[in-house]
T-cell receptor
């Protein structure tokens, strides 16, 4: 299994630009999570989907952030317009809904730098 | 909502010494508990998990954790630290009935030669 795939691995952009982060969950997983990690705030849950449906987006910091999951094998996290304080590592994780106590499998992350 | 508290943002041990990383959960109903490790510039990797089977859970790389309901704790231990154990460790919890995982603030482990 290829694991959770995220692209790009690194993104450097200028303030005001649109940024799109991409995630492909593990095949067969039907729950997908987006996290943000910074030194100041640690690991924060931004939003998660079950069966492609957003369940909880209360962690999305502002309207500048949006996430979509058009199908079971692809999700995007978009920031428009980007700001320097959005600089962080963004992780995508996936898991199965069936069963109990299923762990999440994390991707390698996208390191975003907004200048 | 469930939460976990990790005591100590930074733990330093000598190589070969015991590793003890502390985690306490807040719940009246035993949740599902996890320990993850994050090496520099990598994603989180599962070390072990507790799902109400055995209270002593063994994981990868020689780590283990014991679920203690009376103390609402799930501390992570390793008898002998190795230099390669230097990383950040996260305790996490899932409430029964949903799949929303909540992470602790993390503990950075340093191993001195």
């Amino acid at each position: 299994d290829a694991g959770v795939i995220q692209s790009p691995r690194h993104e450097v952009t200028e303030m005001g630009q649109e940024v799109t982060l991409r995630c492909k969950p593990i095949s067969g997983h039907n729950s997908l999570f987006w996290y943000r990690q910074t030194m100041m705030r640690g690991l924060e849950l931004l939003i998660y989907f079950n069966n492609n449906v957003p369940i909880d987006d209360s962690g999305m910091p502002e309207d500048r952030f949006s996430a979509k999951m058009p199908n079971a094998s692809f999700s995007t996290l978009k920031i428009q317009p980007s700001e320097p304080r959005d600089s962080a590592v963004y992780f995508c994780a996936s898991t199965r809904l069936a069963g109990v106590g299923n762990e999440q499998f994390f991707g390698p992350g996208t390191r975003l730098t907004v200048l | 909502a469930q939460s976990v508290t990790q005591l100590g943002s930074h733990v330093s041990v000598s190589e070969g010494a015991l590793v003890l990383l502390r985690c306490n959960y807040s719940s009246s109903v035993p949740p599902y508990l996890f320990w993850y490790v994050q090496y520099p510039n990598q994603g989180l990797q599962l070390l072990l998990k507790y799902t109400s089977a055995a209270t002593l859970v063994k994981g990868i790389n020689g780590f283990e954790a014991e679920f203690k309901k009376s103390e609402t704790s799930f501390h992570l231990t390793k008898p002998s630290a190795h230099m390669s154990d230097a990383a950040e460790y996260f305790c996490a919890v899932i409430s029964r009935g949903n799949n929303d995982m909540r992470f602790g603030a993390g503990t950075r482990l340093t191993v001195k030669p």
